[in-house]
């Protein structure tokens, strides 16, 4: 089955305590990206690459790194969480970078940050 | 930069009814537009998307939406709502095909009454 996988689905963790929530994509997919869910504000990029060791900065990425050293993987690290990154986080994949492709996203991952 | 505005962060109907989601964007390229939506404890799915060959767009669910370039509006509407089109759900704007970025609504809840 296509699809794309995170983990862990939910994270609570405290200030300070470095963490990595893994994403993952079975369908070969060039373009991954990284986003968080708050109330009122949609969803927001955080990161996203276009393909392995090509990365670079969404919207909202202080506080954030990524790498992507494999096609499959693009893990979002905080090394220094603080509460107001709290949040629901979604990673997506696209076949490509054109606009004209949908992204296709993960089952999110809930972090709360004491 | 592209923008988008949803009206109406909730909407109820009853079961039945049309429902009207409304979306208006802002983008300095042509746009290429989409609808989400997100259940509960789930991540988001693509309902349709707008890439210029029609403007009137059919997509899962028996939803729709149509392009209307003079209004900047992209609306979803779909003619009976059912129990389990409560959701919330987000429009989003892509064109620039440098960031490949989606920029989102902020969302409306969609709450069906039996």
């Known amino acids: 089955e296509a699809q794309v996988t995170q983990n862990p689905r939910y994270l609570i963790t405290v200030t300070g305590k470095k963490l990595t929530v893994t994403c993952s994509q079975n369908?070969?997919?060039?373009?991954m990206s990284w986003y968080r869910q708050d109330p009122g504000l949609g969803l927001r990029q955080i990161y996203y690459?276009?393909?392995?060791?090509?990365?670079d900065k969404g919207d909202v990425p202080e506080g954030y790194k990524v790498s992507r050293k494999e096609k499959r993987n693009f893990p979002l690290i905080l090394e220094s969480p603080s509460p107001n990154q709290t949040s629901l986080y979604f990673c997506?994949?696209?076949?490509?970078?054109?606009?004209?492709?949908?992204?296709?996203f993960g089952p999110g991952t809930r972090l709360t940050v004491t | 930069a592209q923008s988008v505005t949803q009206l109406g962060s909730h909407v109820s109907v009853s079961e039945g009814a049309l429902v009207l989601l409304r979306c208006n964007y802002s983008s300095s390229v042509p746009p290429y537009l989409f609808w989400y939506v997100q259940y509960p404890n789930q991540g988001l799915q693509l309902l349709l998307k707008?890439?210029?060959?029609?403007?009137l767009v059919k997509g899962i669910n028996g939803f729709e939406a149509e392009f209307k370039k003079s209004e900047t509006s992209f609306h979803l509407t779909k003619p009976s709502a059912h129990m389990s089109d409560a959701a919330e759900y987000f429009c989003?704007?892509?064109?620039?095909?440098?960031?490949?970025?989606?920029?989102f609504g902020s969302g409306t809840r969609l709450q069906v009454q039996p």
């Open positions: 369908m070969n997919h060039e373009y």
């Open positions: 989003a704007v892509s064109g620039d095909t440098g960031r490949r970025a989606l920029t």
């Open positions: 707008y890439t210029s060959a029609a403007t």
């Open positions: 997506a994949s696209s076949l490509s970078r054109g606009p004209a492709y949908e992204q296709y």
């Open positions: 690459s276009m393909n392995v060791e090509a990365t």
